[in-house]
């Protein structure tokens, strides 16, 4: 395997004006930051809330630019968004005067695929994410799930060689989260794809990871990458009640503890400011 | 979950669904019976009242001739052509200045929402042009263009430019903001941005305001018609009060609101047609 996105030495600033003083503050959300990814992984970022996990996918996807050090992404530094990064959002980012078709082929638009080209690959992805016979539904007509189906298949239609995705499932009830859980990692396997994908749920970054990157609270850095080895998720029937799983959660919470508490310390001083 | 529940496309299902569908379609017939008799309910009532307190002498018929009457004179109008004239010249100036506002506002409306600092300077300005009635400028407009056709024009194209002209400001700093991070996540940029994600998010509060121009737009040209005007619908209610010919001068009235009313159900009907998205279907 090769390395086909890496951070090195990342610092991301803001500078943030208070609103009452009218002073400028600087305000680190990433420090240091190291980080490979192989090409074909499925690598899970996971972090206490506000830890710089979104500012580290910004960074990847080209929204952001890094104020210290090189995001490189098959070698070369990243200068801007491309089409060969594609981002699922977590509010789905829906175009809701279009219907299912129309929003895949959105993507396929702005990757300048041709007309009649456009609508058998949109169908082809819908069919993968499972939606095939809702291609004329408008995005309020379907479910939440339905939705990040719909989300998942315009990002996977133009073809990138990177999914980055930013707490996909955290709006979902739980049995939809899990059955969309399965059908990413089905996904991944059948198409091949890098995935970089953002939660706060432990859980979610066992089950889903082949690494887990556990990150600091602010200023985040990569504090440990955990390697899980459970085998053919998909092939096991109830993986999650498994004491290799537990194993796996467990090291996971002990690692992000301390960083929550510090988290939520944080928030209550910023809050008492 | 519903959307969940109703779009799953098995054969199994179908049925339950179909048999929810019966009584429900009955339902809202009815419902929709219901609600337009309702409604007509209303008017019905108030021409009623209308008819009847003159005859019965509870107002003066000088002043507020029974329904019937004023009909009668109505149909007068109608027949020697007068009505139509008037309404004619009315509809050409008021559709004239209306039609020149949208197209003016919108593109107008689009390019300073769109470029912070232009709506952040002009801002104040359009606010103060907003605050102040355009009937109050009617002397100005008057004193510039003269008490023909451009200025009346031109007073109905100043009072729907700013209804218009704010909510497509509004409307194009209003779009969603992850839309525009998807787009920019997919490398879309300048003109492509505009055409597919902003222009269709913006239509539906662009349209709000255009409904609200089209009122507008007759509520001032009458005005305007009143002060100074050899036709139009303002012009044959005024000229009608002062020759003391009542059932005429409200014969006048109710055409004007005739066509407002048309007017607007004919706007609601387009806004519907551009935003058909947004209307829950079988909900």
Redesign the interface.
Known sequence: MSTHISFRDVTKRFVVRDRASRRRTEFTAVRGVDLDVERGEFLVLVGPSGCGKSTLLDLL???AEPSEGQVLLEGAPIT????D???V?Q???L????TAQGNVE??L???GVLRRERSGRAREFLDLVGLG??ED??P????G??RQRVAIARSLA?DPAVLLMDEPFAALDAQTRESLQDELLRIWQRTGKTVVFITHSIDEAVYLGQRVAVLTSRPGRVKEVVPIDLGDRTGQADLRSGTGFARYRHRIWELLHDEVSRAQQQEKEVAAV | ?T??LE?R?SVDEEGPASRVAGPSVARRVVDALVTSVGKVAAIVLLLGVWETAPRLGLVDDTFLPPFSTVLDAWWRLAADGQLLDNTGASLARSLSGFGLAVAVAVPLGLVIGWYKSVASLLGPLLEVFRNTAALALLPVFVLLLGIGETSKIAIVFYACTWPILLNTISAVRGV?P??L??A?????SGF?LFQ??IL??A?PTVFTGIRLAGAVSILVLVAAEMVGAKAGLGHLVNASQFNFAIPQMYAGIITISAIGVVFNQLLVALERLF?S??V??GS
Not at chain 1, 95 to 98: A, D, Q, T
Not at chain 2, 184 to 188: G, I, K, N
């Open positions: 996807g080209g929204l801007g968004p491309g089409l990064r594609g981002v959002f509010q789905y980012a175009l809701p005067w279009r959105f993507g638009e702005a990757a016979g809702f539904r408008h309020h007509q379907l479910s799930g339905m133009y | 979950m959307a969940l779009s496309p969603d992850t839309l991070r998807l920019r996540s997919v490398d879309l492509r597919k994600v269709p998010a239509v935003t998205w947004r829950p279907v």
